[in-house]
């Protein structure tokens, strides 16, 4: 019979693969994970090149407090509702992102954000000529069109960043784009605040 003497020890060094018996070989390949926070950054450098260069007026500051369940209610928002619930646990990421841009490039925060929310302003306009002919009013044709005008600025937003930053997967921007794009939602640059 062969004696087992069984021993934990942990120096630190945690690496590798844990198994029970291996009686073959493993073979493994880990890939270093891309961090979401990471993507934000990527994401708001991005816009604050392309932002920085257009000259957007700096206005735009309601205040008025809202819920966010109040906010995609209001708009009848169906397509990003879970997505905006899931991507609204980035929020204060997305923020100190902003800021942490904001202290090296004056009023770069606030170009990005009016950026924003010129191309959702533009995407507005473009679903209300469209429906020019309706006698519906505004905000019902907007809320009609909630997910398709998110889906335009998303848009626009990806164009920026790809136009911006070529060393990026497509993949991992489209991820931080959609978190980004919540935060802007939340921030009341796409879409309309609850009256």
């Known amino acids: 019979m062969i ?78 509702k879970d997505i905006i619930k899931y991507y609204s646990a980035y929020h204060s990421i997305c923020e100190e992102h902003l800021n942490a841009y904001d202290d090296s490039n004056i009023r770069g925060k606030a170009k990005i954000l009016g950026c924003v929310y010129e191309w959702y302003m533009e995407a507005k306009g473009d679903i209300l000529l469209r429906n020019r002919d309706s006698k519906k009013a505004e905000i019902d044709i907007i809320r009609e069109n909630s997910d398709d005008i998110i889906d335009m600025v998303k848009e626009r937003i990806l164009r920026a960043v790809v136009d911006s930053h070529e060393s990026m997967y497509r993949e991992d921007m489209v991820q931080g784009i959609a978190c980004f794009t919540c935060f802007c939602f939340m921030e009341c640059k796409i879409l309309e605040k609850p009256s």
């Not at 004696?3 to 073959?24: H, S, T």
């Not at 991005?46 to 209001?74: A, F, M, Q, T």
């Open 3 to 80: 004696k087992r003497e069984y021993k934990i020890e942990n120096a630190g060094y945690n690496q590798g693969l844990m198994v029970g018996n291996n009686d073959g070989t493993i073979n493994v390949t880990l890939q270093e994970a891309v961090k979401l926070p990471s993507l934000i950054s990527t994401v708001v450098a991005s816009l604050g090149d392309v932002c920085s260069k257009l000259e957007i007026p700096l206005g735009n500051n309601d205040y008025r407090k809202y819920k966010p369940d109040d906010k995609i209610d209001y708009n009848c928002v169906i397509k990003y």
